[in-house]
């Protein structure tokens, strides 16, 4: 019989947070068996409303995305390294757009069972609830979603498991 | 990074007392040196000059957005000030610049960063948000409409 998870999909922003949970659904791809998706989103409509509010030159936008670019692979190889030091497979999947609705798309795709997702801050706004694209991804996914908390035991998580 | 979490009173100047573009950085740059969140004050200065040289951050009504990659701060670092009478940024529409967002961000945080900057831009869309915070009496009032503690 399956297991109740065959498709994780850990989101990845270059946040410590992001890494933790990177780290976190590797154990958990581990003891279960599923497939680990790795996703990054270049978040170009960020860039677009920052060139658009005229707080970005057109020059200074081309510089960001690129940064974001060496970002996403930076982050997704290091993504892949963990995954292989501990025998698991990790398929990395670079995009671009408006990073809730990227999410959404990518958990439809791979039919993906669960969205694990790095801890949110403490204190939160109101605006927060309607514009943290990682709020947002979660509160519009249909599958479940997971968030990680407590970077040091998900260490010792990682580290117990053999090389 | 959310905004709300680089947003603390003690890096909020209120009411601002330079008179010009150059004066303004430097005292919200001595805000977050003093607030123990900057040490090389002359590198993140430099680095705000040189963006400032390519075009001024001083955008319309009256808001500002100078912003800087630097290797100077260990993770995105935010100051802000208020000036009701307004100074000359050279904004793009002329006019005296009154609220000020001063960002600076490690080169290796561009995701964060640009986040950070565009929630600035969403929040001085509003109009009647910029008049109530252009009313703050003090940097705590000015901390507590920016977080919406309630």
New interface residues.
């Given amino acids: 019989m399956e297991g109740p998870i065959r498709n994780i999909v850990v989101y990845v922003?270059?946040?410590e947070e992001a890494i933790t949970a990177a780290q976190y659904a590797v154990c958990l791809a581990k003891a279960t068996g599923a497939q680990l998706h790795a996703l990054y989103v270049i978040?170009t409509r960020?860039?677009n409303?920052?060139v658009k509010?005229?707080?970005?030159?057109d020059?200074?936008e081309q510089e960001?995305h690129r940064?974001?670019e060496t970002?996403a692979d930076r982050y997704l190889n290091h993504v892949d390294k963990m995954a292989r030091r501990k025998g698991v497979e990790a398929r990395l999947d670079k995009r671009s757009g408006t990073v809730h609705q990227e999410i959404k798309k990518k958990i439809e795709e791979i039919d993906a069972d669960l969205l694990i997702i790095g801890e949110l801050?403490h204190?939160?706004?109101?605006?927060?609830e309607f514009?943290?694209?990682t709020e947002r991804a979660m509160r519009l996914v249909q599958c479940s979603v997971l968030m990680v908390k407590d970077e040091e035991r998900v260490w010792d998580l990682y580290d117990a498991i053999p090389e | 990074m959310a905004l709300i979490d680089l947003i603390k009173p003690e890096v909020i100047k209120v009411p601002l007392e330079s008179k010009s573009k150059e004066a303004v950085i430097r005292e919200l740059l001595q805000l977050l040196v003093d607030a123990g969140r900057l040490n090389d004050f002359d590198t993140a200065y430099d680095a705000l000059l040189a963006r400032e040289a390519k075009g001024s951050t001083g955008l319309e009504d009256g808001i500002a957005v100078p912003h800087a990659k630097t290797d100077t701060v260990p993770s995105i670092t935010l100051a802000m000030g208020i000036a009701p009478d307004g100074i000359d940024f050279q904004a793009l529409d002329g006019k005296p610049s009154t609220l000020f967002f001063l960002m600076l961000a490690p080169p290796d945080q561009s995701g964060p960063h640009i986040e950070a900057l565009s929630e600035i831009a969403r929040l001085t869309q509003s109009k009647s948000f910029c008049r109530m915070l252009l009313r703050a009496q003090d940097a705590e009032e000015a901390a507590e409409l920016m977080t919406e503690e309630d």
């Fill in positions: 922003d270059g946040t978040n960020a860039l409303d920052l509010a005229r707080i970005f030159l020059t200074e960001y940064d974001l970002d801050s204190i939160r706004s109101r605006r927060d514009y943290h694209e």
